[in-house]
């Protein structure tokens, strides 16, 4: 649960070993390179990787398949490629043809097969084609044109008006009619379906190819890499020079490189206007929380690494939300189900962890609840006896989902004190932690449940801790100095304690904020059990009451069990990303990326 401490490395070396440098740096697969060159993120991407893969999401996405082909004798990935970009814009082409032709088809069809005499003229005589609707239709003789009805369908006739201007005042609307007769544009029409049919025959030869294109997409995408790296580099006359960051502990594997290759090479530590990119480093088997985090945010190099925390809570939020151990052994089987097929990779490995981490919490909490689809065990029996939370207990669950937030938001803040430790202003969170902490106190003791002695201890203690976080709040906001001759300077420090103070009713907001894992776990209970009562009225009713009864209770649960799991995680990590991440994690960096080959997944 660390962020890896970063060397920026230098390497200088001949122009003519640059191509040999650049291949076996990534076969290397620990620098993060740093663009030298100023090459643009689009000119930076290369057209193989995605030109292979577009090839091979075409292939896929035909509906007949031929049998794969597995010898590569014949197979030339860039020729295959090439024949399939180009079958899609004749395709396209194509497509685009016949939709044309077929208006042109139904505009021209009512009017019949004929050809029209050029720029739609017989000596000075002009055609004028109208659509009219039919109640229109007689006052076209009104206006003195010679004028002939073609065709008529139930709503509009088709009028042709012979003049040698345009004429006025017609009825209806005019249209252009394509000037190829009917006859021309079907034989046209048919001509391109034939072409479209030929080329998805072609395709769908091309589809014996597909599993050779995937083994191939990891070659493509390291050659677009590689292309991109060649294009990052500094280069002089005869001499190129390479940058980038490196893990501390990775440095004597760069020594070597650069001995075996006769290269000059530096390495420093990062300096204080360096911006180094973030690596995360967690056990395997936490490491599939890191991805909670990135998704949204990623840490700055100089914060902290808070996947861990954002592992645990999402786990508990999610159990809270469900509230239910009866779903959550339904998800415990959904995930024994995937779990080989998660294994096959290491993001599946990874993810599969954090799965059966919430599919655990989910069961034990909802077994705490004592709630099982809805139904709570007898209170004598074992899984009765284990029960000790009510989720529908507004008196019970609103404290408690507060004092959840409060411990949530000082975790943050104090992993953000100890990121600034030996700063003042890292006084500042443990301010907000003493201010929570102190409110938490005044709540509990304006409740009824404690003597008054009590009572009044710890709403005094409460008031004593709000006040002394405020004015900690107050004092090291600022990341000014503390101690100074400068008048300007303290005004300053004073206006920045004043705008961290501002914070409060942002604090006060966010730990509300944790009262919807009430709220969700309620509404998923209470939707629990009106979908079993639903079902026990519809048992007792003659008939089909017993079969409406079963599909009553399995769509009801179904669909509960689908809102809890979009509620558990989109508020789980709501919580996280954004309450959370707000107060421990202001800053944003960016992720490590590797220059390394892809290795191809067995």
Not at 110 to 126: A, E, K, M, S, Y
């Amino acid at each position: 649960m660390t962020i890896v401490q970063l060397d920026k490395l230098t390497l200088y070396g001949a122009e003519s070993q640059k191509g040999t440098v650049i291949d076996r740096l990534q076969d290397l697969g620990c620098v993060h390179l740093v663009d030298l060159g100023k090459v643009s993120e689009e000119l930076a991407t290369s057209d193989v990787a995605s030109d292979t893969r577009n090839a091979l999401q075409l292939l896929q996405g035909c509906p007949e398949q031929r049998k794969q082909v597995r010898r590569k004798d014949n197979f030339d990935r860039l020729r295959i490629v090439s024949e399939v970009l180009a079958l899609r814009r004749e395709s396209e082409a194509l497509r685009d043809e016949r939709e044309t032709l077929r208006k042109a088809v139904r505009e021209l069809a009512p009017w019949g097969n004929f050809r029209l005499p050029g720029n739609r003229q017989i000596g000075d005589v002009t055609f004028w084609f109208y659509v009219v609707p039919l109640r229109d239709r007689e006052r076209v003789a009104s206006t003195g044109y010679v004028w002939r009805e073609i065709s008529r369908d139930h709503r509009d006739a088709y009028i042709v008006v012979l003049s040698p201007e345009e004429p006025e005042n017609v009825p209806g609307q005019a249209c252009v009619l394509d000037p190829r007769p009917l006859a021309t544009l079907q034989t046209l029409l048919a001509q391109v379906e034939e072409d479209l049919e030929e080329l998805h025959h072609q395709m769908v030869g091309l589809t014996r190819w597909c599993d050779l294109l995937s083994d191939e997409l990891d070659d493509a995408d390291n050659l677009a890499a590689r292309d991109q790296a060649a294009r990052q580099t500094l280069n002089g006359p005869s001499v190129f020079a390479l940058q980038g960051w490196v893990p501390r502990h990775a440095g004597d594997r760069i020594r070597q490189f650069a001995r075996e290759h006769l290269l000059a090479l530096t390495i420093e530590p990062a300096g204080p206007d360096d911006a180094p990119p973030t690596l995360l480093e967690n056990p395997e088997s936490f490491a599939g929380s890191e991805a909670l985090v990135t998704f949204y945010k990623t840490p700055d190099y100089r914060s902290w690494d808070p996947s861990l925390f954002a592992y645990g809570s999402f786990a508990v939020f999610f159990a809270m939300i469900m509230s239910d151990a009866g779903y959550g052994l339904v998800l415990a089987g959904l995930t024994a189900y995937l779990w080989r097929r998660m294994g096959r990779t290491q993001r599946g490995r990874r993810g599969r962890t954090v799965l059966a981490t919430v599919v655990v919490a989910t069961i034990a909490y909802g077994v705490m609840c004592g709630s099982y689809f809805g139904v709570a065990p007898a209170g004598g029996s074992p899984l009765g006896r284990l029960a000790f939370l009510d989720a529908t207990s507004q008196a019970l669950m609103m404290p408690l989902t507060i004092v959840i937030g409060v411990i949530h938001l000082s975790l943050a803040n104090v992993a953000m004190a100890w990121s600034r430790r030996g700063q003042l202003d890292a006084l500042g969170p443990v301010g907000w932690v003493v201010v929570m902490v102190g409110a938490t106190l005044l709540g509990i003791g304006a409740m009824e449940n404690f003597t008054e002695p009590l009572a009044e201890r710890l709403t005094e203690t409460g008031s004593w801790l709000l006040l002394g976080g405020l004015v900690f709040v107050f004092l090291f906001s600022s990341q000014r100095p503390l101690f100074s001759l400068s008048i300007k300077n303290h005004v300053l420090r004073l206006f920045d304690g004043v705008s961290g103070l501002t914070g409060l009713s942002g604090l006060f907001g966010d730990v509300l904020s944790y009262l919807r894992l009430f709220a969700l776990g309620l509404s998923s209970a209470r939707l629990s059990a009106t979908f079993n009562q639903l079902g026990a009225s519809a048992w007792n009713e003659a008939g089909f009451g017993v079969i409406v009864a079963i599909i009553i209770v399995f769509l009801g649960h179904t669909l509960n069990l689908m809102l809890g799991i979009m509620s558990g995680v989109v508020h789980g990590l709501r919580l996280n990303c954004i309450e959370f991440f707000k107060w421990g994690l202001p800053e944003e960096g960016y992720l490590f990326k590797a220059f390394a080959k892809k290795a191809r997944q067995s």
